[in-house]
């Protein structure tokens, strides 16, 4: 046998290692110190598609080195550390996050197993548990972890399928007559529809439930939909409640949710991905009453609770019900499909391997406990409102709606397009976008209501001051008026 070879040795080798982690980290400290000092040029650094991608073709052919390429990708990427960041709903992570990431990333101890990551499987177990319990889930409760919103909502809706079937049925392995279908706010994240689709019940069965002013469900919504569907011959499974809202971050009323559920033999879903930390601040809990009720919840950790994506908890109020989704024959991996196990979590979950994702979660709770959520949490909602605020006092603003949450909606109409068309204003919004994401140095992003077009701020760095809201909203009117004089 050949001796190792030397590139494997290097690879290896831990003094090396050790030598690019000092570097690496005290550059992750200047970039830490740069982006919260405002001092760059733009939180964003723009470069369009092709532009981006020519770069990379041509430096990727000129290797350097890990510290250099690292260097590069920091100065290229989007600085959600820097407070003029109000774009995406993803957390600006608490910077030891990135730590606990190196160490997990060394250990790569993530696993379908129990064998193959028994720490953090062990974690795993008793953190959604307490979790769930501090989210005013039953005794009892329990879930699991895996990798975003969007796949927990399709695990979620699989566990109502199987439910919903009862013990006589068994879709999963039989399939089903593809008529199945869901309830949901005309609001709601595309991956509801997705994993509607996903399980085969096609665009149909997507049961949308018309909404109120405030992008908000209501009772008599729920029963039109229902009905509406029970006339197409559709077998509804689940009502799925949304806290909040992608677009505008509005919160269905749980309560009224849950009690349709309860009526109508439904299981409740809660699609919490972003709004389902206001149930750790005191201040904010209320928009989330009835959470508690819900068969499942999809939490990100990765949205407002400052753990680098992607982290997500599904909560189930039954942890039985956390083994209805799958029941998969695995000879390598457990010998008894239908055992219950915990411990492996390939059971539960869709992903195989999966990252050490409880070990993320353990360290916030470690170092600050439960308690910085609520502060988060009542913290960027106070951004929201402030942002809010602001708007309704400046000429010419418009605010879509009074924020529930930490994003918020409004535009700038000059006068001179007073009277002019949907279109034209929608193209003049567009063109504002595309100008501050040209030029920052603030980030926003946009969204459409009824055919119209919005700015949409999502407000997730704590660090964010209300000068620096009065700045963007000062950028956002001069580029306005530069746009609509023209
Ligand atoms: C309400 C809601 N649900 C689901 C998702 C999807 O979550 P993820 O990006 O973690 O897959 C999002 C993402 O923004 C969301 O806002």
Redesign the pocket.
């Given at each position: 046998m050949d001796a190792l070879h030397p590139l494997l040795q290097k690879a290896y080798d831990p003094d090396r290692f050790g030598r690019l982690a000092r570097d690496v980290v005290s550059d992750m400290e200047r970039h830490l110190r740069e982006a919260q000092s405002r001092q760059t040029e733009r939180s964003m650094p723009w470069t369009p598609p092709e532009e981006e991608r020519a770069f990379w073709e041509g430096r990727l052919d000129r290797p350097e080195g890990l510290v250099e390429l690292m260097r590069l990708v920091v100065d290229r990427s989007n600085r959600l550390q820097d407070p003029r960041y109000m774009g995406h709903?993803v957390a600006v992570p608490f910077p030891d996050g990135a730590l606990v990431g190196m160490v997990t990333d060394m250990l790569n101890n993530g696993g379908a197993i129990y064998e193959m990551g028994p720490t953090n499987s062990a974690m795993e177990e008793v953190l959604m548990a307490r979790i769930g319990r501090m989210m005013g889930l039953p005794e009892g409760c329990g879930g699991v972890m895996c990798h975003?919103?969007?796949l927990a909502?399709l695990v979620a809706l699989l566990a109502a399928r199987r439910w919903k079937a009862g013990p006589e049925a068994d879709p999963w392995t039989e399939g089903d007559d593809g008529l199945g279908a869901v309830l949901v706010s005309d609001q709601a994240?595309y991956?509801v529809d997705r994993a509607v689709r996903i399980m085969g019940w096609g665009v149909e069965g997507v049961g949308l439930v018309a909404t109120d002013a405030r992008h908000k469900i209501t009772a008599e919504g729920l029963m039109e939909a229902l009905r509406d569907m029970e006339a197409k011959g559709r077998r509804v499974v689940s009502v799925v409640g949304?806290a909040c809202?992608?677009s505008s971050g509005a919160y269905d009323d749980l309560n009224v949710l849950a009690d349709f559920a309860e009526e109508h033999g439904l299981w409740f879903h809660v699609?919490g991905?972003?709004g389902a930390p206001a149930v750790f601040s005191q201040r904010h809990a209320h928009l989330v009453s009835g959470l508690g009720r819900a068969h499942s919840v999809a939490m990100?950790f990765h949205k407002i609770m400052g753990v680098p994506a992607?982290c997500?908890g599904l909560f189930y109020g039954r942890h039985d019900h956390s083994f209805l989704p799958f029941t998969q024959a695995a000879e390598y991996l457990w010998s008894d499909a239908e055992e219950p196990e915990w411990w492996n979590f390939g059971k539960r979950t869709f992903e195989c391997t999966k990252r050490m994702l409880s070990t993320r979660v353990a360290a916030v709770l470690e170092e600050y406990g439960a308690e910085i959520w609520g502060h988060l949490v009542d913290r960027l909602f106070d951004l929201g409102r402030e942002l809010a605020d602001q708007v309704e006092q400046r000429p010419d603003f418009e605010l879509a709606m009074r924020p529930e949450a930490n994003i918020v909606c409004f535009r700038h109409t000059p006068p001179s397009l007073t009277n002019e068309s949907v279109e034209r204003v929608n193209r003049h919004v567009e063109d504002v976008r595309k100008a501050l994401l040209e030029g920052g140095p603030h980030y926003i992003v946009m969204t459409r209501f009824n055919g119209e077009v919005w700015l949409r701020c999502t407000l997730m760095n704590p660090l964010t001051e209300p000068a620096d809201l009065k700045a963007m909203l000062d950028r956002v009117e001069w580029l306005s008026c530069d746009q609509g004089c023209t």
């Open positions: 709903q975003g919103g969007t909502n994240h991956c949304s809202t992608t699609d991905a972003h990100d992607l997500t």
